[in-house]
């Protein structure tokens, strides 16, 4: 029994000392400071709502600051200083408000608060850095491109309901009509711009994606891709009035003034004659873009190279990228250029490629998207017209689409199939300028030339929108000296900036000065020099600004005048001749709710002295004679000679000369030679024994002259 209980005891002892010793390890714990861990800095962190927009833009600021709880490091040697450091820190003013002698910000357009949740408004597009200085504290705060302000966009109307999967898109300047193929339903909606309603559906073939008009014939042209034919449509009634069939049908083009179709086959491009719809000839290069006023096509070809470090689904992977520019009459590559690119991507083996031509600038602009989705998309801009740098610019693009141009504001269209936006780009320095927000993935666009219109297709949603494109990016409000407190009211003193009536005031006052572009009148021609009589196609180059031009009037140097955009004009006279173009817009121009400071915005005119130079013809051939005169009815040949003279009566060498003969026994050998170095050249001539009739006609190269040999019995 004794030793029963001397044995409890001992246990019960044994348990005591583990739990103090087991007290004593976790006060330890709990007590000991983590000296050794690096202590947290404070966090400063800024936001913005909304972070994008069109101008002018209101965002509203606000910032966070923390400071880490300290407590776990008493005891440290660092300790004080860190608990120093957090006592100091003003907690944020409930009333934010108010100005803080604590708060700086920086809002990357040259304004700034000191208010802790201050509002700013952007008038300009573009990318803005914020930064904010919480001076008490020492810390800053800094993020680049954090504000986009883009342009600003009206759109008109609602959205318009097309058929399913609308695709391809055009205008039809001709009738005010709008053209929108939709693929599964197998027709086309038109619809009537000044109304913005579908006011016609037309069947075509099966599966119609690429559409385009000649404005000129008043026909649209439509690619229907699954049974490979093309619709043709008469505009006036909306009717079809041919199916051409092609062995295989991709993107088409339609050039007016030469009325001509040219369809992408997939290994060749054919053209079609507009006047009889028939192929009348192919080039053995696939086409994306056409010049048809400098004769030149565009085709793109691609190879893409997969390497051999595959790594959890993604190839390294090298594109290869040649772009030719061919002669549409000889269908030869006059020139070429390729860009390389190398890239890591999920790959599914297809290269998307979009282009778009601004034949004004003769630049041409190829979207790339290879991996659908991805910063290393890019947009290339080929300057053509230099063929010692054909690649002027290249910017990356997210997930690049469609591309379509405005040649009279110098932009670009791009849509970004991503985030369901059009982007616009600025064909002066191809750098992106604004967005376009669309209804759903934008699989079409169109430009109307007349009212300036953009139409976008959504193809999702089977709709089409109508956007009105700001044509402003540079605006100065009211001398720009008008802060948060509403100081440097010099242009606009009636009006409470801080209620945002100021904004919609200075914009229109700041577009009438600075956003109606004038009209530049320029030319060119296909050529400048030649031999009398020399024949000049005049092309009219010129820059319509925010207007539409409606006359021309040129005076060509010789004493002619003409009135049409692009005449062709021949010069007779020898000389030097200065060229001269007025043009201008209707002085009744709709400017809507703006006024035009000045009507001679409206108008302009450019001479381009010493431009055409007329040269004498290569032969000038004055007095042509032969003898004899005539001679015999004979079955043998005699011996006529033609003399050649220039102005001057002086022999003239080299003289082309050509014989033809009339009547059935009229005979003459050679049937053309040259004169020699005094002007003679020889033929030997006969007609039939015993006739009275028929002649032998003598004419020179240039056919300036004829002499006639008859017979004499």
Not at 49 to 67: E, I, Y
Not at 371 to 389: E, K, Q, V, W
Request: aromatic share 8%; proline share 4%; glycine share 6%.
């Amino acid at each position: 029994m004794k030793k029963m209980f001397l044995l409890l005891c001992s246990v019960l002892l044994l348990l005591v000392g583990v739990c103090l010793i087991s007290q004593h390890a976790l006060i330890a714990q709990v007590v000991e400071p983590q000296c050794s861990a690096t202590p947290p800095e404070p966090e400063l962190t800024i936001d913005a709502s909304p972070r994008s927009g069109a101008a002018p833009l209101a965002v509203q600021f606000s910032f966070d600051f923390s400071v880490p709880d300290f407590d776990e490091f008493a005891g440290c040697d660092d300790f004080d200083e860190f608990e120093r450091f957090s006592s100091k820190i003003t907690p944020l003013d409930d009333d934010d408000s108010e100005s803080s002698e604590n708060v700086f910000w920086e809002f990357g357009d040259g304004g700034s608060s000191t208010k802790e949740s201050p509002e700013h408004i952007y008038f300009k597009p573009g990318f803005y850095t914020v930064s904010l200085d919480y001076l008490e504290s020492g810390v800053s705060l800094s993020r680049s491109n954090f504000i986009e302000v883009i342009e600003g966009v009206d759109i008109i109307g609602g959205a318009i309901t097309v058929g399913n999967s609308p695709h391809g898109i055009a205008v039809n300047e001709k009738t005010n009509g709008v053209y929108v193929a939709n693929k599964d339903d197998d027709t086309v909606s038109v619809i009537d711009w000044t109304s913005n309603e579908v006011v016609e559906t037309i069947e075509v073939g099966d599966a119609p994606e690429s559409i385009d008009v000649n404005t000129v014939t008043n026909t649209i042209y439509v690619a229907n891709k699954i049974d490979n034919t093309m619709s043709v449509i008469n505009g006036a009634d909306n009717a079809v009035v041919d199916i051409i069939s092609l062995d295989k049908i991709g993107k088409l083009h339609v050039d007016s003034g030469k009325n001509m179709v040219f369809v992408n086959t997939g290994f060749k491009t054919d053209i079609i004659d507009g006047a009889t719809n028939k192929v009348s000839d192919s080039i053995s290069h696939n086409f994306n873009e056409i010049d048809a006023d400098n004769n030149l096509m565009f085709s793109i070809e691609t190879l893409t190279v997969i390497g051999d470090n595959f790594e959890e689904g993604t190839f390294f992977i090298e594109l290869f990228t040649e772009i030719k520019i061919i002669d549409i009459e000889t269908g030869q590559v006059i020139d070429s250029t390729s860009e390389d690119k190398s890239f890591a991507i999920n790959i599914d083996g297809e290269v998307d490629i979009e282009t778009g031509i601004n034949r004004s600038t003769n630049h041409l602009y190829i979207s790339f998207d290879y991996s659908h989705g991805s910063a290393d998309d890019f947009i290339l801009d080929i300057d053509y017209n230099n063929p010692d740098s054909l690649v002027k610019n290249s910017i990356n693009f997210w997930d690049p689409g469609v591309v379509v141009i405005n040649e009279s504001l110098n932009r670009i269209y791009v849509a970004n199939n991503s985030d369901n936006t059009v982007k616009v780009i600025d064909g002066v320095n191809t750098s992106i300028i604004g967005t376009i927000n669309a209804e759903s993935k934008p699989n079409g666009l169109a430009v109307n030339s007349k009212t300036g219109l953009i139409y976008l297709v959504n193809s999702k949603s089977n709709t089409v929108t109508v956007v009105e494109d700001v044509k402003c990016f540079d605006i100065e409000i009211c001398d720009n000296e008008i802060d948060d407190n509403c100081n440097g009211l010099t242009d606009c003193e009636d009006l409470e900036f801080c209620d945002l009536d100021i904004s919609e005031h200075c914009l229109r006052k700041e577009l009438d000065k600075n956003c109606f572009k004038a009209v530049e009148a320029d030319f060119t021609s296909d050529t400048t020099t030649g031999n009398a009589p020399l024949t000049v196609k005049f092309n009219d180059k010129s820059n319509p600004g925010s207007f539409v031009l409606n006359t021309w009037r040129w005076d060509f140097g010789d004493g002619e005048t003409g009135t049409d955009q692009n005449p062709a004009h021949t010069y007779n006279l020898i000389g030097i001749f200065s060229v001269t173009l007025q043009t201008s817009a209707p002085e009744f121009f709709d400017v809507g709710a703006f006024t035009l400071c000045s009507t001679n915005d409206l108008f302009d005119s450019v001479t381009k002295n010493d431009f055409i130079t007329v040269i004498e013809p290569a032969i000038k051939v004055d007095i042509l004679t032969v003898e004899p005169a005539s001679i015999k009815s004979s079955i043998l040949p005699q011996n006529v000679t033609i003399t050649a003279k220039d102005l001057f009566g002086k022999p003239l060498p080299d003289a082309l000369i050509t014989a033809s003969t009339k009547g059935a026994k009229a005979v003459v050998k050679p049937k053309s030679t040259t004169t020699d170095q005094n002007g003679i050249a020889k033929f030997k001539a006969r007609f039939g024994f015993r006739t009275n009739d028929g002649e032998i006609l003598f004419i020179t190269g240039n056919g300036t002259v004829t002499v006639t040999q008859k017979p004499l019995r």
